[in-house]
């Protein structure tokens, strides 16, 4: 409720308690910081200064919002090599081996590339570190830009991996310095979990000098790093002893402290929260004591049980989870209740608290309830937009995957049919053709972007070809990552820090897999589009692969933009094609039907005029 409104005045928070939150989360692991001067940073940004002052020499990720301006920030820094990994596994094991090496590593990504990351995770905990590694998790309560609402608090507590959880950009520059001095130390990588508001917001940072870290040199060590059952039983015995080291310094250090209320009833309404959500704690409810925890994992539990000693009424405040409040009911700890039940999913602000807390919400005014909706939308001259409006033509159902053209499924277009993890859609696909072949006629399509596929659709495909799968897949190659900020990725061959590669040969890499039956196709051209389509879809004996190459109308000298478009009114018949194809530059008149283009919008792309058969839509 009202987050986005809020993000402002969390700036403004940050700001105005910016020396009461810097000076007391400073610790004993903390002496060495540097005075330096102050920058207006995100915690995106706050984390990658954070890790270079560290003396981290390498940063791996997969981009996914909130976290990708994390390595982008990192890889414009002086001494550092920073690269996009294929995805988020092969970016934790790639900083697995640096870390083994003995050099300081930093991985980020978005909350669902730790599920994609776990396999190295969980046992990257009892391998341990050689240099210190900090693995950023940025999740998404109220999912801007994500399929789920996932809380990976969770994952610290089930792989024994260290998290650490700031509330501003200053804090977030601390966490990530100190934490590889903490990850050697317990012999553990570490978590940073962020979630959107403190990966965007911007709040003042004191930056200081980098270190001097000279990494540690490489002993074999088999005992260590070979993870067979043999030497695994050992390293699980360590595990335990490192996680009760670490359980203790989280019960001792100033990470966890108790910030007091601002009243004379200090001590009648304890809180106990992290993250973002200590800021719109200290707003909603100013006369409360709060533990602020910045280690979430594992939990301070004497800090905790002596907190709800010295308060009347004990309340924990957490966003679309329940991750805090169970494990403090697992102290045998009561909680009360707030007079209101709190959201169980999407983020919190203040608002939402004091309502709960059977406060008077501050006057505000509402959004007017009859604003017309703008529901995301496919960018004008987008060459996502034939496909799909192709696609909608034959009636197929449409398997989708995670990307910009996953706002294929919204009207006009509404022509997916499932979304569900990156590369899904080609094993999904697979999966209806087996279940749907002999009783569905309706063609069965999966769509998937050039960066997702290179992601995990190549392992689907290869599972598909091995099986002897049938059916359509449409690749997207619109030449970058788009959703994310237009990253560079295997297929269009350009490097985070745009060093000298190769880009693959996307056609030559799908026939190598074992597909006969590959096309690339220009998606603009429209009569093409459709007959690629029409021709693959009715080959019901094999497996057909269309790539629709053409690049992000918002790349940077790839699009040349022409003059914009417009409709002849005379010949106009009203009769709605050009706008079904769903170009935010077009609109027809409420009145009389007559289709009209925006000038300001319009990129010139033809798109529209090869859909008109009455010739309405002009270049002159």
């Known amino acids: 409720m009202h987050a986005n409104r809020y993000l402002l005045k969390l700036n403004i928070i940050c700001m105005q308690r910016y020396s009461l939150t810097c000076t007391a989360v400073r610790s004993p692991e903390q002496h060495h910081f540097e005075r330096g001067h102050m920058e207006l940073l995100s915690g995106n940004q706050a984390i990658a200064q954070g890790a270079w002052e560290a003396g981290c020499q390498i940063g791996v990720a997969y981009p996914g919002t909130p976290s990708t301006e994390t390595m982008e920030t990192f890889a414009k820094l002086p001494d550092v090599y920073a690269e996009w990994a294929p995805n988020e596994k092969v970016a934790v094991e790639v900083g697995a081996g640096a870390s083994a090496a003995g050099t300081r590593v930093l991985a980020t990504m978005k909350h669902v590339g730790v599920n ?30 994500s399929q789920n609402e996932q809380d990976n608090h969770f994952y610290a507590r089930a792989a024994h991996i260290p998290m650490l ?102 001590g009648d309404i304890g809180v106990i929260c992290t993250g973002a959500i200590y800021q719109y704690v200290r707003d909603a409810l100013p006369e409360a004591r709060i533990l602020k925890l910045g280690v979430t994992w594992p939990l301070p539990k004497l800090k905790i049980q002596n907190f709800a000693f010295g308060v009347k009424h004990l309340y924990v405040v957490e966003e679309a989870s329940t991750y805090l409040s169970e494990q403090v009911r697992a ?67 449409v398997v989708g995957d995670i990307g910009c053209y996953t706002l294929g499924a919204l009207p006009p277009l509404s022509a997916m049919d499932t979304t569900l993890c990156m590369g899904a859609s080609v094993s999904m696909g697979h999966g209806f053709e087996l279940a749907l072949h002999h009783t569905e006629h309706r063609p069965i399509v999966s769509v998937i972007g050039d960066s997702t596929f290179g992601h995990s659709g190549l392992e689907s495909l290869l599972g598909t070809v091995y099986n002897s799968g049938i059916g359509t897949i449409c690749i997207l190659d619109n030449r970058t990552t788009a959703m994310t900020g237009q990253q560079g990725d295997m297929f269009n061959g350009i490097t985070l820090q745009h060093r000298p590669t190769r880009e693959l040969n996307m056609a030559q890499v799908v026939r190598a897999l074992g597909v006969d039956d590959v096309e690339e196709i220009n998606p603009n051209n429209i009569k093409a589009v459709r007959e690629a389509l029409q021709r693959a879809t009715k080959a019901d004996d094999r497996l057909s692969v269309l790539i629709f190459r053409s690049p992000c109308v918002q790349l940077k000298d790839s699009f040349v933009r022409q003059k914009p478009l417009h409709v002849d009114e005379e010949k106009c018949t009203t009769c709605g094609v050009c706008v079904s194809i769903g170009c935010p530059a077009l609109s027809s008149d409420l009145d009389s039907g007559i289709a009209h283009i925006d000038e300001v919008q319009c990129v010139g792309c033809k798109q529209c005029q090869q859909y008109c058969a009455f010739h309405a839509i002009k270049e002159d």
């Open 165 to 266: 959880e700031p509330s501003d950009s200053q804090e977030a520059h601390d966490m990530a310095k100190v934490a590889f001095e903490l990850s050697e130390r317990f012999d553990l990588p570490f978590f940073i979990r962020s979630t959107v508001r403190i990966s965007h917001a911007k709040s003042p940072v004191e930056v200081g000098e980098r270190e001097n870290f000279t990494p540690k040199q490489y002993k074999k060590n088999p005992a260590k790093w070979v993870m067979m059952p043999a030497f695994a039983i050992g390293r699980r015995a360590s595990l335990d002893q490192r996680v009760d080291a670490v359980t203790a310094w989280a019960d001792e250090t100033p990470l966890n402290r108790i910030v007091p209320g601002d009243g004379s009833d200090d």
């Open 331 to 397: 102290l045998g700890i009561k909680l009360d209740q707030p007079e209101n039940p709190l959201p169980r999913d999407g983020e919190l602000d203040p608002w939402a608290i004091q309502i709960a807390f059977g406060k008077r919400v501050p006057t505000h005014t509402d959004t007017p309830e009859d604003l017309p909706a703008r529901p995301p939308a496919l960018c004008a001259g987008c060459p996502h937009r034939p496909v799909f409006r192709e696609l909608g033509r034959l009636h197929a159902i």
């Open 116 to 145: 994609v990351a776990a396999d190295p995770l969980f046992t990257l905990a009892y391998t341990g570190v050689g240099g210190g590694m900090l693995i950023l998790t940025a999740d998404d309560p109220g999912m801007h830009s």
